[in-house]
């Protein structure tokens, strides 16, 4: 069949199909909560590859979910920085999709890199401290942009952090975030807002945020990078929530893995209660 007969015909979009007569699907990218993010040219801008998130037709019928997703635009198009994903345009295409166009980074995110497992079943960090501290270096310097233009992220976490093959590093996934002092409709106080394994104690207990939540889930994500695992893990996310609201970052500081004592000094700074 034609890329131009092709019709998006469920949640699966394949190879060929165009989107809104603009975007020509070339290859799937990953699942989110509520679509599907596609590889794509724009045939309008000389064959630019972008990326494409669609949302579902029934989600786009849902008032708070359809405002995450504009919110995502309207917030991420106000940033202009070498570490934040680029967003282009939003609209809506056949079939009730609506869709938002974004910068493509062509490589994978954080938490594809973040550890390996050993022969023998052991957990290790796949990155030295050097090469885990360059990444961090470039996720603060976008976050501490965001925080300048007056933007709380509120759901930082390896998987919204991609890596370019040249080693570039880009926050995404805007959805959640917030301009201080606006917004205010999209979520209430009381509300739960995040991703449990790298969320502060005020966003647990559903407060006021403001960008000392971002810090938080950045002392988390630091922890990560240097050991291979999250500093709090259990078997359920109100028992991860409980350590989160209690619990005192473990100690992590070593010779032999190269992780000198005040990089710990800062990580527990980072995620004060």
Not at 55 to 66: G, N, R, S, Y
Not at 77 to 92: C, F, K, Q, Y
Request: glycine share 8%; with cysteine.
């Amino acid at each position: 069949m034609d890329a131009d007969t092709k019709t998006i015909t469920g949640l699966l979009v394949e190879p060929g199909v165009v989107i809104a007569k603009r975007y020509e699907v070339c290859d799937r990218l990953g699942a989110g909560g509520v679509g599907m993010v596609y590889k794509a040219i724009d045939c309008e801008l000389d064959g630019e590859v972008v990326a494409l998130k669609l949302l579902l037709p029934h989600l786009a019928q849902d008032e708070t979910v359809f405002r995450r997703f504009r919110n995502e635009v309207l917030v991420a198009r106000a940033l202009s920085h070498p570490n934040i994903v680029r967003t282009h345009d939003m609209g809506r295409a056949e079939g009730g999709y609506s869709y938002i166009s974004m910068e493509y980074v062509d490589g994978v995110s954080l938490k594809d890199k973040l550890s390996t497992r050993t022969p023998e079943g052991e957990i290790r960090p796949s990155l030295s401290f050097d090469e885990a501290l360059a990444i961090m270096y470039q996720i603060i310097s976008g976050v501490s942009y965001a925080h300048g233009k007056g933007v709380i992220h509120r759901d930082l976490k390896p998987a919204n952090v991609l890596i370019s093959k040249a080693g570039e590093v880009k926050l995404a996934d805007f959805g959640t975030a917030r301009i201080m002092g606006m917004d205010t409709s999209l979520t209430q106080t009381g509300q739960v807002i995040g991703t449990p394994d790298y969320m502060s104690p005020e966003q647990i207990r559903g407060e006021q945020l403001d960008p000392s939540c971002d810090i938080y889930a950045l002392g988390i994500m630091s922890y990560e990078l240097m050991v291979g695992l999250r500093p709090f893990m259990a078997d359920s996310s109100v028992a991860v929530a409980f350590k989160h609201l209690n619990d005192p970052i473990p100690p992590f500081a070593s010779n032999e893995r190269n992780i000198p004592a005040w990089f710990e000094e800062v990580v527990r700074k980072a995620c004060a209660k």
